[in-house]
């Protein structure tokens, strides 16, 4: 049988991966989440182990989706409309509930209009392949995420300019350089970058997208996809927009499955971009959309993001994200500037940061180690990430687990 040459040969490639330490971890199996109590936030149970742990590795920044309202909402929902979608949009039409969410979502980010999707990265391929045309040109950090990456090869624009992470002279000699190549550009670039929460400059960088803006007949488009920052960056959490008070932002990604708690993905834009998308987009065109149920839900997170509710858990997330980066200063170790929950741990060699990780979680703590090739040699480090359902004892005992370490 065919399939037994192919089992071997793929097989024989895990194996490499494996010799070459690149082999990702098995992983871990979920079974049961503990409730917050008395000074503890939730406790996850995981098969094969005794003890509970704290999550530092969720996206769920706000802490939302263990909330007795958000799953009584997606209840009712699933009540009133099923619990799937049935089929694409355009063949059995749209419920009102992901209508509603995408007026809100456009309401929120202060843009003419929304449009949902089964992901963020489905989002960015749908929209980046529809606006790539062969007379375009993307501008990219080297940093962007993965969905940007495959969105830019499958777009197969007329060429694709790199520039270094974050490096904004670089970017202005992609666009120089593409000056009389092409008719539009897109410049694309992540908000919040995942691996050590740093943000792109976007006051600077939308200023130099409209400084070249005269120079292409189509345009200078930005984009940027802030699934990390939306929901849990920025005053009122508006993202990396707000941070940095940027303007000119054409078009932005965001996802429903990072702060917002729920699942699914979003692009808010023009009215022209998102009628456009109804036409082209084919992972919304071909795909389905989130369940009613997720909608509901995800209009249940804006609606407690925008609340007084919202702003204490975004300070509460805040104050936590201090406390644990002053907390790892002050034991020694080094992490980086910035208030985006996302926190990095530097330690800069492979060995020891395998060691920590393990040792974390031997103390009941779950973090990522990321190594090479996930980030570059001499950045070795540990995410961990922070959620408005951790406490300040839930930061301290992961603390004086680092403190423990250290005295080995
Ligand atoms: C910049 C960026 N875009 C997209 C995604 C994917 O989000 P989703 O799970 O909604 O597809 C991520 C997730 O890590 C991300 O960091």
Do not use: W
Request: charged residues 25%.
């Amino acid at each position: 049988m065919a399939i037994r040459k192919l089992n071997n040969v793929l097989l024989k490639q895990i194996g490499e991966l494996k010799k070459a330490g690149t082999l990702k971890k098995p992983e871990l199996i979920i079974c049961d989440v503990v409730r917050p109590k008395n000074d503890n936030g939730p406790r996850f149970k995981v098969e094969g182990y005794d003890q509970e742990f704290i999550k530092m590795n969720s996206n769920s920044y706000l802490g939302l989706s263990l909330r007795k309202d958000m799953i009584e909402t997606e209840e009712a929902a699933t009540k009133k409309y099923g619990v799937g979608p049935g089929a694409v949009r355009f063949i059995s039409g749209s419920f009102d509930i992901h209508r509603k969410l995408e007026k809100e979502l456009a309401k929120f980010h202060n843009m003419e209009e929304g449009m949902i999707f089964s992901s963020a990265y489905m989002t960015t391929l749908g929209v980046m392949v529809s606006l790539i045309t062969p007379e375009t040109i993307v501008v990219s950090d080297a940093l962007n995420h993965n969905c940007i990456i495959n969105a830019m090869k499958l777009g197969r624009p007329k060429a694709k300019y790199i520039y270094d992470h974050l490096d904004l002279e670089q970017l202005k000699d992609c666009l120089e350089r593409a000056k009389g190549q092409c008719d539009r550009i897109i410049v694309v670039t992540d908000g919040i970058f995942s691996m050590r929460g740093e943000h792109a400059p976007l006051d600077k960088i939308s200023e130099i997208c409209e400084q070249y803006n005269e120079f292409f007949i189509e345009g200078v488009l930005l984009m940027v996809d802030d699934s990390h920052g939306v929901g849990s960056f920025g005053e009122s959490g508006r993202g990396t927009i707000e941070f940095t008070n940027a303007k000119g932002v054409d078009v932005l990604v965001g996802t429903l499955g990072k702060a917002f708690g729920v699942n699914g993905g979003y692009t808010v834009t023009s009215k022209a971009i998102i009628e456009y998308l109804h036409q082209k987009a084919q992972t919304y065109i071909y795909s389905n959309p989130i369940s009613p149920g997720e909608a509901a839900t995800a209009l249940k997170a804006l609606q407690i993001i925008t609340s007084e509710e919202g702003k204490v858990i975004l300070s509460h997330l805040r104050a936590m994200t201090k406390r644990f980066k002053e907390g790892l200063v002050s034991l020694g170790y080094e992490t980086l500037e910035g208030e985006h929950p996302v926190v990095p741990l530097m330690v800069r060699n492979t060995k020891e940061t395998s060691e920590i990780v393990k040792f974390l979680e031997e103390n009941g703590v779950l973090a990522t180690g990321l190594n090479f090739p996930v980030v570059p040699k001499g950045d070795e480090e540990i995410r961990f990430q922070i959620s408005g359902e951790h406490t300040k004892s839930d930061i301290d005992y992961v603390l004086s687990v680092l403190d423990e370490y250290k005295k080995l």
